[in-house]
């Protein structure tokens, strides 16, 4: 059973940079989907990036096209989060997501396609 554990989350001024880090456990092969979500306080959970397996297809929301990177060396190594020029609306929690039944390499935005959630990590931005 896949298992996700986030990490690198904090504190940071507007214009900072932060990693975030997603470790993977309990998959050894196949199709796997890895995703990153983000939910503000009083907001609905939002899509921030997508990954299919190790790279090979990536896609990104448009509010942080540019600015962020989901990245992975291969399907077993930590999935991160590079996030540049930040700012406060990028303030939240933010979660790694998992799918890896899937018969081919499409990745949904949608968080409700995910099968597997860690438990998140706090991402504040100050100005």
């Known amino acids: 059973q896949v298992h996700l554990v986030e990490s690198g989350g904090g504190s940071v001024q507007a214009g900072g940079s932060l990693r975030l880090s997603c470790s993977v456990t309990?998959?050894?092969?196949?199709?796997?989907?890895m995703a990153w979500f983000r939910q503000a306080a009083g907001k609905e959970r939002e899509w921030v990036a997508s990954?299919?397996?190790?790279?090979?297809?990536?896609d990104y929301a448009d509010s942080v096209k540019g600015r962020f990177t989901i990245s992975q060396d291969n399907a077993q190594s930590p999935v991160y989060l590079q996030m540049n020029s930040l700012n406060s609306e990028d303030t939240a929690m933010y979660y790694c997501?998992?799918?890896?039944?899937?018969?081919?390499?499409?990745?949904?935005?949608?968080?409700?396609?995910?099968?597997?959630w860690g438990q998140g990590t706090q991402v504040t931005v100050s100005s």
């Open positions: 309990g998959y050894s092969f196949g199709n796997i989907c």
């Open positions: 997501a998992a799918r890896h039944d899937m018969s081919n390499s499409y990745c949904s935005s949608h968080s409700l396609w995910y099968r597997t």
């Open positions: 990954l299919y397996r190790g790279g090979d297809f990536t």
